[in-house]
């Protein structure tokens, strides 16, 4: 079975840091463009960063500086380090999988920035 878990969230202060990870199993991980998105109270899902299976990485501009993804293939697991984080940051995060028309979704993790 596939599976995808995001783990590491939780309640921060704004400036503070959290570092999600995303742990895979059930399908060829090295292959996979690994992304995470996340969802705020009553918005849409918004994309925030993806590395391909080339390790290349992309963020979204409302994120571009503080936080970073990486990927460990001998791990299997994804993982965000968000820095600075501000009160708009607070969502849940999801990690999400895609190569060639096949992916994937995890169980998304909760972050809560507030002072």
């Known amino acids: 079975d596939v599976q995808l878990q995001a783990s590491g969230g939780g309640l921060v202060q704004p400036g503070g840091s959290l570092r999600l990870s995303c742990a895979a199993s059930?399908?060829?991980?090295?292959?996979?463009?690994m992304s995470w998105l996340r969802q705020a109270p009553g918005k849409g899902v918004e994309w925030i960063s993806d590395?391909?299976?080339?390790?290349?990485?992309a963020y979204a501009d409302s994120v571009k500086g503080r936080f970073t993804i990486s990927r460990d293939n001998a791990k299997i697991m994804v993982t965000l380090q968000m820095n600075n984080l501000i009160l708009a940051d607070t969502a849940v995060y999801f990690c999400?999988?895609?190569?060639?028309?096949?992916?994937?979704w995890g169980r998304g993790t909760q972050v809560t920035v507030s002072s």
């Open positions: 590395i391909m299976n080339d390790d290349k990485t």
């Open positions: 059930g399908f060829r991980f090295s292959s996979f463009a």
């Open positions: 999400y999988a895609d190569h060639l028309g096949d992916d994937f």
